[in-house]
């Protein structure tokens, strides 16, 4: 069982950034593909970026390529979304999840292949 916690989320104006953060407990993340998604109201969830376990491999949505960037330290068992240049159509609330892989190269883009969710964290970007 892993358990997942996000924080970073603010209230910030467009053009400003944000580091999110996704703690893990439980179980260490190295052998898990991790994704972030986000969810605003009255959307559906949808992924914005993933990662490998190892790292090496990562998926962006189009609509933050070059402004977003996941990374992961797999020795603080912590995954990052650094989010640049936000703009107020990014304003969600942002999930981080995890799937177990034993490849190191998988990423999955879909909500339904991941096992573990965490509870979110809320951006807003004003304009």
């Known amino acids: 069982q892993v358990q997942l916690v996000e924080s970073g989320g603010g209230l910030v104006q467009a053009g400003d950034s944000l580091r999110l953060s996704c703690a893990a407990s439980?179980?260490?993340?190295?052998?898990?593909?991790m994704g972030w998604f986000r969810q605003a109201p009255g959307k559906e969830r949808e992924c914005v970026a993933a990662?490998?376990?190892?790292?090496?491999?990562?998926y962006y949505q189009d609509s933050v390529k070059g402004r977003f960037t996941i990374s992961r330290d797999n020795a603080k068992n912590t995954v990052y979304l650094q989010t640049n240049s936000l703009k107020p159509e990014d304003t969600a609330v942002y999930y981080c999840?995890?799937?177990?892989?034993?490849?190191?190269?998988?990423?999955?883009?879909?909500?339904?292949?991941?096992?573990?969710w965490g509870q979110g964290t809320q951006v807003t970007v004003s304009s």
């Open positions: 999840a995890a799937r177990p892989v034993y490849s190191s190269t998988t990423v999955y883009d879909r909500g339904g292949q991941y096992d573990y």
């Open positions: 439980g179980r260490t993340l190295s052998r898990y593909a």
């Open positions: 990662i490998s376990w190892s790292g090496g491999i990562t």
